[in-house]
């Protein structure tokens, strides 16, 4: 298959080039790329900034994000068919979205929202979990309850906003004047300018 790998750390070119396909194995689907999404932790990954934590060796793929269709399935997975369209984080050890195909732990996998396209789909998994784990799992945010979310208009701030809202909290948002309009759209309820506003004075802006 051909795939975009990375050689050596700190090395800013990846090299198109071909791999064998992923072998699988009995709980994992067999995923054929149609979208990826490009993240920060791509590159710092690449960078070697993780190696402490994520010790990769490579020649390696990198890639968070995905969504494509299911082209095979395990013996032992049970949910998901071949042809299903579905999009991906896969977990830590097992990334290489960046490539025609993926093999991933089915328990990873989710089917696609026929609402969205392959590209927009594959733009959700890394971010949208990471606002799930900090307000869900983590914060524990119920109703009624102040949040501050810094970087509103980036991509975990989008899907943060959302979520604290649908979960019935008061939204507080850093974002520049530019992107006021797009973090109200979202839910906000409080326009931090941290530009022109002292967050840490008034953290909530109240």
Known sequence: MKAF???R???KSLRFGDLPE???G???VLVEVHAAGLNPLDV????GE???ILPYRPPLVLGHDVAGTVVQVGTGVR???LGDEVYARPRDGRIGTFAQFIAIDEADVALKPRSLSMKEAASVPLAGLTAWQVLVERANLKRGQKVLIHAGSGGVGIFAIQLAKHLGATVATTASTTNAALVKSLGA???IDYKKQDFEKNPLGL
């Open 26 to 28: 009995s709980g994992d």
């Open 5 to 7: 790998i990375l050689d």
């Open 44 to 47: 710092k990954i690449r960078d």
């Open 50 to 52: 993780f190696k402490p």
């Open 79 to 81: 949910r998901l068919k």
């Open 22 to 24: 992923p072998v699988l």
């Open 9 to 11: 750390y700190k090395n």
């Open 189 to 191: 309820d409080i326009l």
